[in-house]
């Protein structure tokens, strides 16, 4: 059975910087597309940015760009997300997803989820 671990989570002042770690294990996931999602209080869950385990395709949500760095390391089943510049708006729940079909199409495994609060 896969399975996700998120880690980085935390409270941050508005303006500062997050580093969110995902890490896969249990299976084989070279194949799957990587990605975070966030799901913030009251609202639904969205798509944050996504990554394939070579690195060499990246995507993200409008609001992620520029201010955040989606990263995979292959030899250590890790995916990570730099979040700089992090404003209120972004607190929420992070998660880490994994999908073969395309991580906007389908979510095949769900991490638990890490709690990011921005506040001063």
């Known amino acids: 059975q896969g399975q996700l671990t998120e880690s980085g989570g935390g409270v941050v002042q508005p303006g500062g910087s997050l580093r969110l770690a995902c890490a896969a294990s249990g299976r084989s996931f070279s194949s799957y597309a990587m990605g975070w999602f966030r799901q913030a209080p009251g609202k639904e869950r969205e798509f944050v940015a996504a990554?394939?385990?070579?690195?060499?395709?990246?995507y993200y949500a409008d609001s992620a760009k520029g201010r955040f760095t989606i990263s995979s390391d292959s030899g250590e089943n890790t995916v990570s997300l730099q979040m700089n510049s992090l404003k209120p708006e972004d607190t929420g729940v992070y998660y880490c997803?994994?999908?073969?079909?395309?991580?906007?199409?389908?979510?095949?495994?769900w991490g638990n989820g890490t709690l990011v609060t921005v506040s001063s």
């Open positions: 997803a994994a999908s073969l079909e395309g991580i906007l199409v389908s979510v095949d495994y």
């Open positions: 990554i394939n385990w070579s690195g060499t395709s990246t």
